[in-house]
């Protein structure tokens, strides 16, 4: 599978493809979304994720039963792709230039509009 990080100016499409379709449907044709090839596994991912990890699966978790019952899907990831010009200097993932869409509950999605540094206390100095 593939996780796809978007940014806000995705989630529109984002969420069209969550949607309920018949399996004849292609969601992500069906939104506007273009898919490219993964490099490491056969499942397509998004063209313009900026980020996007290529998993394989580890192990399916039942959590639940019944209506309210759903599966935990955990994964390795395989391969990591990131788009260059979110990178900062030292090639780390410079928040402020991903604009990456967070999901919070429901309708609600959340943005990076700041990010705090806090450090665990064993790792400071002194």
Do not use: W
């Amino acid at each position: 599978f593939v996780v796809n990080m978007v940014t806000e100016g995705m989630g529109e499409p984002m969420v069209a493809t969550s949607l309920t379709v018949p399996r004849d449907i292609n969601e992500a044709e069906a939104a506007g979304v273009s898919l490219v090839p993964s490099v490491r596994i056969d499942v397509p991912r998004v063209k313009n994720a900026p980020i996007a990890f290529e998993c394989g699966t580890d192990r399916i978790v039942s959590v639940g039963s019944g209506p309210h019952g759903a599966n935990l899907v955990l994964g390795r990831i395989l391969l990591m792709h990131v788009d260059q010009t979110i990178l900062a200097l030292d090639s780390t993932i410079d928040s402020s230039k991903s604009r990456l869409l967070g999901r919070l509950s429901g309708t609600k999605y959340c943005d990076l509009q700041s990010v705090i540094d806090i450090v665990p206390p064993s790792e400071k100095e002194g």
